[in-house]
């Protein structure tokens, strides 16, 4: 069916349903001589009379009272799944697939989504823990969780944590034999514990800077893992330095079972953001999701 004999039949449904030019015009939307138009283009392609209009009254002729008893509903089923439609666009429900790292995912997205997800029963959410520069276009992802310097080209963001400070770790036990690192470039003398998050990347350098000097480090040692958490379990554990986000050491430093070494060379990196293509319409439940992980910083007291 052509969009211009619908909206005739719907112009001629509304008229039937009133009895009324004058208030189907003003429920449509349209002149009275608009109306008359439509309707006489809807017989002329019939080839039937539908209305018997009168200076008093309008009312359907037989072939008329038969569309009117046969259309009409199916016109309404229409109408009805049309409104669920529109519904369907507001309500918070759906599937959204996340990737993000296992830091990111465990220090800014869960412990804030899992304190409002109970509440959208409707809403399913996979998240993929991969520390890689994973293309969601590609594989198919709604958003991805991302240093704000790492985020492509026509992509929308938004931030959800703040800067985050570097450190560099290494147990007492590490160091017990060892003169402290006071330069970048004493590194070289130390067992370093690595970081790659992708095949397809070279091993992550450490970026350090003191005032105006920036120096990417390209640090040495037997043990590469594309997880922060585990470069700091080796840290631990006395196998060498490791530059870890700060928030994730700082329970073992205040414990005494780590110390920060170089603290004024470790600069504050970019904070995460969640990002996702700019062109694509945001659905209900990924807006919830964004709106849920946004970051708002304090105000000073």
């Not at 030019?21 to 349209?30: H, I, N, P």
């Not at 990737?99 to 997800?117: H, M, Q």
Request: net charge neutral; glycine share 6%; hydrophobic share 40%.
């Amino acid at each position: 069916m052509s969009g211009v004999i619908y909206r005739d039949i719907v112009a001629f449904i509304t008229i039937a349903r009133h009895r009324s030019f004058t208030k189907a015009a003003a429920e449509l939307g349209v002149s009275q001589s608009a109306l008359s138009h439509t309707i006489r283009h809807l017989e002329e392609r019939l080839g039937l009379r539908l209305l018997i209009r009168t200076t008093r009254s309008v009312s359907p002729t037989e072939a008329g009272e038969r569309l009117l008893e046969r259309v009409s509903p199916r016109f309404e089923a229409i109408a009805n799944e049309l409104s669920s439609l529109r519904e369907l666009g507001s309500k918070v429900t759906g599937t959204v697939r996340i990737t993000a790292s296992d830091f990111a995912c465990n220090t800014f997205v869960w412990p804030r989504i899992s304190k409002v997800l109970h509440q959208y029963p409707d809403v399913k959410l996979e998240i993929s823990n991969d520390p890689a520069l994973t293309d969601i276009i590609a594989e198919r992802f709604d958003a991805g969780i991302r240093a704000g310097d790492r985020i492509g080209k026509n992509m929308a963001s938004v931030r959800i944590s703040p800067d985050l400070q570097e450190t560099i770790v290494a147990s007492p036990g590490y160091l017990k034999d060892k003169d402290l690192p006071l330069s970048p470039e004493d590194l070289e003398k130390h067992s370093c514990i690595n970081t790659r998050f992708s095949l397809k990347e070279g091993i992550s350098p450490w970026v350090l800077k003191k005032d105006e000097n920036i120096q990417h480090c390209r640090v040495e040692g037997p043990l590469v893992f594309n997880s922060v958490y585990t470069a700091l379990d080796a840290a631990r554990a006395g196998y060498g330095l490791a530059c870890v986000p700060d928030i994730l050491a700082r329970p073992w430093l205040e414990s005494g079972h780590l110390v920060s070494v170089l603290q004024e060379w470790c600069a504050p990196r970019q904070g995460f953001h969640i990002f996702y293509p700019s062109e694509r319409q945001l659905l209900p439940a990924l807006s919830m999701i964004i709106e849920t992980l946004r970051y708002e910083p304090q105000p000073y007291a």
